[in-house]
């Protein structure tokens, strides 16, 4: 289940409550691909969009649902004060031999 969407032009952060049979990569490949579909068929976002490789996901224990849900809706505020928190910012490190997508 979706509990919150929110990002900015370069990336996207999503709350979910996932369910102990789903695994993390399979989320993740859920939401790449269907967005991908969706931004090359709907939105007509041509070959400028596609996703980084990997993905960075972490669990929030239920008393921090509701923080939480506040700062991933706030993203733009939050860029643009300089209120951002470094584990919800942080970048994987960039893939050399993953051909881009």
């Given at each position: 289940?979706?509990?919150?969407?929110?990002?900015?032009?370069?990336h996207?952060?999503?709350?979910?409550?996932?369910h102990?049979?789903?695994?993390v990569?399979a989320l993740?490949?859920?939401?790449?691909?269907?967005?991908?579909?969706?931004a090359?068929?709907l939105?007509?976002?041509?070959?400028?969009?596609?996703w980084?490789?990997?993905?960075?996901?972490?669990?929030?224990?239920?008393?921090d649902?509701?923080?939480t849900?506040t700062?991933?809706?706030?993203?733009?505020?939050?860029?643009?004060?300089?209120?951002?928190?470094?584990?919800?910012?942080?970048?994987?490190p960039?893939?050399?031999?993953a051909?881009?997508?």
């Amino acid at each position: 289940m979706v509990l919150a969407v929110g990002g900015m032009p370069d990336h996207v952060h999503l709350l979910v409550e996932l369910h102990p049979t789903v695994s993390v990569s399979a989320l993740a490949k859920e939401v790449k691909g269907a967005s991908s579909h969706a931004a090359a068929h709907l939105l007509r976002a041509g070959p400028s969009f596609r996703w980084q490789t990997g993905y960075g996901a972490f669990s929030v224990s239920h008393g921090d649902v509701r923080r939480t849900t506040t700062y991933v809706l706030r993203q733009k505020e939050h860029h643009a004060s300089g209120t951002l928190s470094p584990a919800l910012e942080a970048l994987p490190p960039p893939s050399i031999s993953a051909p881009p997508r």
